[in-house]
């Protein structure tokens, strides 16, 4: 019997949630190994690499950029491109991972430490985040013109999915990238804003998966 696969994830990482989801929502029964911020021995070692998240699929390794495609060939049903919208499906998930997801980081990066692991792995993402944003205590600062602009593209999400549970009418790609996006909103303890009533549901939705 060949072994499950195995998910290499970060559960601080929007493109691991999304990996996530996707296998969830593709219904394959896998194992997920989380790699913590400082430490990608392990990781290395099995994948030759070390980006999250990485698959590992009757032990060769799926690179992250290559899951979504790599899945809807080991397991074409369900499709994460219904009625054949690759081109949009594609792009709503790019504009989650590149435009949505650094307006919702900015506004938690200071509350991802207490949700990491140890002090050592506090330390390292702390400094990292440091020298890649500016000082913390501005960073905690600014959280109110982060949360504003976060929240204008929260309410772009919430336009797409008047009168219909998926931002493509069915699930698809769009939704595992753009929920995988928000996500360090809710790893970060809070919750999705009141005045966004159908993307909670919609998270809701895609919580409740697999």
Request: hydrophobic share 40%; aromatic share 12%.
């Amino acid at each position: 019997m060949a072994a499950r696969p195995l998910l290499y994830s970060m559960p601080i990482s929007h493109y691991c949630i999304s990996a996530d989801r996707m296998l969830a929502f593709k219904g394959v029964p896998f194992d997920t190994r989380d790699v913590p911020y400082h430490d990608k021995s392990e990781l290395i070692k099995a994948t030759g690499q070390d980006y999250v998240p990485s698959l590992v699929w009757d032990g060769k390794p799926v690179m992250w950029y290559d899951i979504p495609d790599f899945l809807e060939k080991a397991q074409p049903k369900p499709t994460l491109y219904p009625w054949g919208k690759k081109g949009l499906a594609t792009t709503l998930e790019h504009w989650g991972h590149q435009v949505l997801e650094e307006r919702v980081w900015r506004y938690v990066v200071t509350k991802i430490p207490p949700v990491l692991h140890d002090d050592h792995e506090r330390w390292v993402f702390e400094e990292m985040q440091t020298r890649a944003r500016g000082p913390w205590h501005v960073l905690e600062m600014r959280r109110g013109e982060f949360r504003e602009d976060m929240n204008k593209h929260l309410g772009m999400v919430e336009a797409m999915l008047d009168g219909q549970e998926w931002l493509l009418g069915e699930p698809s790609l769009a939704d595992f990238g753009v929920y995988g996006s928000l996500s360090p909103l809710l790893t970060a303890g809070e919750k999705i804003p009141k005045e966004f009533p159908q993307l909670a549901n919609w998270v809701s939705r895609i919580q409740k998966l697999g």
